[in-house]
């Protein structure tokens, strides 16, 4: 069970303050309870898992409590038991609600908890960077650098992928280099502040060397990647 005593610091009214500052957790969107967002939920689990790892450190930066069940990247055999009720594409994360309901995918529970703090901006245009960030992960990035690191790392049977290596690998230095040509003369993804696009695309990226994607020729994506791991609350991912 992980958990932190601490409720989420309010927003203060008007616009966001200028310049670099920490991770900031907010009160839920209304609806949501002050209580509701430290109390438990149930993640099922992959400690390898670059899209539940997403989760997890958001979780963290939040303060919300949450207990965890581990799941098999490689072997899946148990997933129609265990997901079957919960999520039809028997996909981790799959994450319970204090109240039973269960929510999918990595970008919807980043967005259901980011909501109403500031890792998700007030600013409608910037709102719609994040989700264009997020988007850009889930189509260019993970396909590539998530999928690579899996064949490479965890797969048991990397020589199986060997013929289609070279493709991937292109693929993600492609989105590496968005990244960084993107990140150049900035600090973050979108605006002057962390926001739900950095978790999102840290969570791979960090770790892209597991797949052999070397980012030495990435000078702002690396400055980046230290700047996000240096923020107070941050927790690793565990292997």
């Known amino acids: 069970m992980a958990t932190d005593a601490a409720l989420p610091r309010r927003r203060a009214p008007g616009?966001?303050?200028r310049g670099p500052r920490p991770w900031s957790a907010l009160p839920p969107p209304a609806g949501r309870t002050p209580s509701g967002i430290v109390a438990a939920v149930l993640l099922y689990d992959s400690p390898v898992s670059g899209n539940c790892y997403k989760v997890r450190l958001l979780l963290a930066h939040l303060g919300?409590?949450?207990?965890?069940?581990?799941?098999?990247?490689?072997?899946?055999?148990?997933?129609?038991q265990k997901l079957g009720g919960l999520n039809p594409a028997l996909r981790v994360p799959t994450l319970v609600l204090d109240d039973g309901r269960p929510l999918a995918e990595s970008g919807a529970i980043l967005w259901y908890f980011g909501e109403g703090t500031d890792f998700v901006p007030r600013d409608r245009y910037e709102r719609a960077q994040v989700l264009q960030w997020m988007f850009f992960e889930q189509y260019d990035?993970?396909?590539?650098?998530?999928?690579?690191?899996?064949?490479?790392?965890y797969s048991g049977r990397p020589e199986a992928f060997a013929d289609r290596l070279e493709e991937r690998r292109a693929a993600g230095h492609r989105a590496l280099a968005a990244m960084d040509r993107h990140l150049a003369g900035r600090d973050f993804l979108v605006g002057d502040a962390p926001s739900l696009a950095d978790i999102a695309l840290y969570a791979y990226t960090h770790v892209a060397h597991e797949g052999g994607f070397?980012?030495?020729?990435?000078?702002?994506?690396q400055a980046w990647l230290a700047r996000?791991?240096?923020?107070?609350?941050?927790?690793?991912?565990e292997r």
């Open 141 to 153: 990035h993970e396909p590539a650098i998530a999928v690579v690191r899996f064949w490479v790392a």
């Open 15 to 17: 616009r966001r303050p």
């Open 214 to 221: 070397d980012l030495d020729a990435y000078a702002a994506l």
């Open 228 to 237: 996000i791991a240096a923020q107070p609350g941050h927790v690793p991912i």
């Open 64 to 80: 919300i409590a949450y207990e965890r069940r581990t799941m098999d990247v490689v072997d899946r055999s148990d997933r129609p």
